[in-house]
Structures are given as structure tokens and as C-alpha cells.
């Protein structure tokens, strides 16, 4: 079977008038900044909005995610998909598909499955194919209606995160070639998932980038014809 046949089996959840949306990128993309900003939008609509992490989520999550995040020794690439899909399996089973069944209940993902694509699947040469293989058990087959990529050269990323000036994490530790390969794979999971992952340019400003999310947003919602507050 073919990646691109394996990727039809991924289908987002279907609870009428509830909605499932994840924000990526590399780090400093703006996923955080514009995840709060679609929140605030959604909720004006009438939506009731959670915004969920990955990894984490839950608390068996969250120990995965300090496990991963703390970690002072390298993890290898296999161990650390199967502690991401871990994570996922467990916040989808003991969250999301509970609070999708809410009617007009949005549920947004700060990072999901092309996370483990660009990251594991690319930048750890794993491959997309391994990383879609895992994937093939339900809850993990489900994907988001719409993800919105947000889209910054790795420059950009370096610049932010300088900015910022936080402690470096596991992943942030990596080198130049690290994140170039974190572009790469989110170009070839965009070009697998065409329908689903939206470009959206995040060097932009802040307020110019929602526009872009906002505009989506509003056809996803007029599309399926179930604003809450109509
Ligand atoms: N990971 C993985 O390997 N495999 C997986 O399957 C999954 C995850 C699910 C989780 O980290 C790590 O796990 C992640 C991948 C790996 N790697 N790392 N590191 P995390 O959740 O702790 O970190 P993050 O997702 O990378 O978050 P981040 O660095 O905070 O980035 P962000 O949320 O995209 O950015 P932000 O916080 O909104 O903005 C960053 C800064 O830029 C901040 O100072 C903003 O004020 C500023 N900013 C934001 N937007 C703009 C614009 N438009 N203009 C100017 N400045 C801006």
C-alpha cells in the first residue's frame, strides 16, 4: 500500500456541529498566539472552545510530556513516536471524542499528527510510512476538519525563540539541519493532506495572520451551515 493510500484511511470525527482543528509549525511559528486568538473568535460565535496540548493534555499525558520535554539523555526516534501516539491515544480516548459528543463544541490541538510527521517522521528519518502505520488503530485514525499550518522560515523561528529567551527544551537543543528537515516534513504532509492542512504565512503580523485563520474559519462554519448563534 502506498503513503497516500494509508492516508485515506484518516477521517476526522463526526459529531454534527462540533469541530476538531489542531495549529502546527516549528517552534515559535505563533501556534499558541493565534490558537488564543481563535478561541476568543470561536467563543463570540457561540462555540464552546477547548484547547488542548500535545504532547499532554491529560495527566497521564503530562508525564509523558516532562518525560520527553526534561529529557537530558537522547531518546531513540521509535521510542519517541510510540511516547507521542501514547499521549494522542490517551487524550483523544479520555478527552476529545467525550467533549466532540457536546453539541457546537470546537476542539483545538496545539500540535497533533503532522507534529510526529515533521518531527519523528522527518527530522528522525523515520519515515511518514512508519509514522502512519502506528496510526492505524482506532482513536489514532481520526484527523482534525482543518489544521492550520502556520508557515516561517527557520530564521525566523531561530530569531523568536532568541527573542523569547526561555530555557532550551529537547527538541529546541537541535541543529540548523534539524529544522530545515521539520520544513521539509511539513511541506510533504501538506502535500499529502491537501484538503485538511491550510497554509497560513506566519511571518507576517499577528493580526494579519488571524485574518487568514479567520477567513477559514468562517467557511468552515458557513460550509457546515451550524453557527450556534443562528
Ligand atoms: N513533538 C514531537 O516531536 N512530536 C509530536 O508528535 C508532538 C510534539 C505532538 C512540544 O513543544 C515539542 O514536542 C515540540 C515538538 C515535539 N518541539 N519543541 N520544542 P512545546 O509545545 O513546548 O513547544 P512549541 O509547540 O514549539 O511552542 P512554542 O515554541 O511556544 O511555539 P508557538 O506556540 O508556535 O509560538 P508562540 O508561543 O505563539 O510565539 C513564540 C514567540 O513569537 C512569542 O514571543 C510570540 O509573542 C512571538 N510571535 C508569535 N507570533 C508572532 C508574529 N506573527 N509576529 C511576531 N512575533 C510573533
Do not use: C, W
Not at 9 to 21: E, I, N, T, V, W
Not at 132 to 151: G, N
Not at 188 to 193: E, N
Not at 209 to 226: A, C, G, R, T, Y
Amino acid at each position: 500500500m502506498t503513503i497516500e493510500e494509508i492516508a485515506k484511511k484518516f477521517r476526522p470525527p463526526a459529531f454534527p456541529g462540533s469541530y476538531f482543528l489542531s495549529f502546527e509549525g516549528i517552534e515559535g511559528a505563533g501556534k499558541s498566539t493565534q490558537i488564543l486568538k481563535a478561541r476568543d473568535y470561536l467563543e463570540e460565535k457561540g462555540f464552546r472552545v477547548l484547547v488542548l496540548r500535545e504532547p499532554g493534555g491529560t495527566s497521564f499525558g503530562e508525564k509523558l510530556r516532562q518525560a520527553i520535554l526534561n529529557s537530558q539523555s537522547p531518546i531513540h526516534p521509535v521510542a519517541e513516536l510510540h511516547l507521542f501516539a501514547s499521549s494522542r491515544a490517551q487524550l483523544l480516548s479520555e478527552v476529545t471524542l467525550k467533549e466532540l459528543g457536546i453539541p457546537n463544541t470546537v476542539i483545538i490541538y496545539d500540535r497533533y499528527l503532522d507534529s510526529t510527521l515533521a518531527y519523528q517522521g522527518s527530522a528522525r528519518s523515520l519515515g511518514f510510512e512508519a509514522i502512519l502505520q502506528s496510526h492505524t488503530s482506532f482513536p489514532l485514525t481520526l484527523v482534525p476538519h482543518l489544521t492550520f499550518y502556520l508557515k516561517i522560515p527557520v530564521n525566523l523561528s531561530h530569531d523568536r525563540q532568541k527573542m523569547r529567551n526561555a530555557p532550551k527544551d529537547y527538541f529546541e537543543k537541535q541543529g540548523q539541519d534539524f529544522y530545515q528537515a521539520l520544513v521539509d516534513g511539513y511541506e510533504k504532509a501538506s502535500a499529502l493532506f491537501p484538503e485538511r492542512i491550510l497554509q497560513v504565512n506566519g511571518a507576517q503580523d499577528v493580526e494579519d495572520v488571524f485574518l487568514d485563520i479567520k477567513n477559514h474559519l468562517d467557511q468552515l462554519i458557513l460550509e457546515n451551515n451550524s453557527r450556534p448563534e443562528n
